[in-house]
């Protein structure tokens, strides 16, 4: 897949515009968050130096794009709210790393545009996908395999739940996303063309009270 994948009548203004209002709201819900940084140092593991990373859905840029740059790797960013792109600029500034306005299904390795963003080393896809409707996910797991070189690391993170695209409150918003058990993840991964090196899973509950606790599922992969 080579130019991206269709997302026809699915409008996700309303999910920028959620987060665009949360803002520094979700690292205050969110302070710990071991479990990605664990994720992350596990690409960080194997990435060879200098590497170019993608971190998909990064948010305000904590803590996956600062410890990726800390440890010397080239990232590009890429959301879909602009006041999470806002302060991740401040939370990791230029040149260490970019960061773009852009929506996952936009993404492919070649062409003109934001979209048009090349190939990676590694790919840190943290929750990021909890944003789509299950009907696309694999196609947006085989698009961001067509965006990593031979033998490329993938971090992907997940909520394990049997949801798709539902209504949710959160962080006094609402947002719309889906999840799968673990059984059926590890499948769906798979069959987008990935080999599932590790698996970790977290209880995780938020520090705030309109969010309930969660048990998160992290996937270290390779491209196969």
Known sequence: MSEGYSAPGHDRTGQAEAFDAIGTAYDVA??????????????????????RV??????????????????GHRVLGVDLSAGMLELARKNVPPPAA??????????????????????????????????????EIPSALRLLRTLLRPGG?????????????????????????SGYLRDELR???????????????????????????EHQLFLHCRRG
């Open 153 to 177: 690391l993938l971090g992907l993170s997940m909520v394990e739940a049997d949801l798709d695209d539902a209504a949710i409150p959160f962080l006094g918003n609402t947002i719309r996303v």
């Open 98 to 135: 970019e960061f773009r306005q852009v929506d996952l299904a936009d993404l492919r390795p070649t062409g003109e545009g934001p979209g048009a963003v090349g190939q990676f080393d590694g790919i840190a896809c943290f929750f990021a996908l909890l944003m789509l409707p299950r009907k």
């Open 54 to 71: 993608l971190d998909v859905g990064c948010g305000t840029g904590l803590p996956t794009a600062r410890q990726l740059t800390d440890a």
């Open 187 to 213: 499948q769906v991964v798979r069959d987008a063309g990935f080999d599932i090196a590790h698996e970790e899973s977290y209880s995780y509950a938020p520090a705030s009270s309109d969010v309930p606790p």
């Open 30 to 51: 969110f302070p710990h968050k071991e479990g990605q940084l664990a994720a992350g140092a596990r690409l960080l593991a194997e990435l060879p130096a200098g590497s």
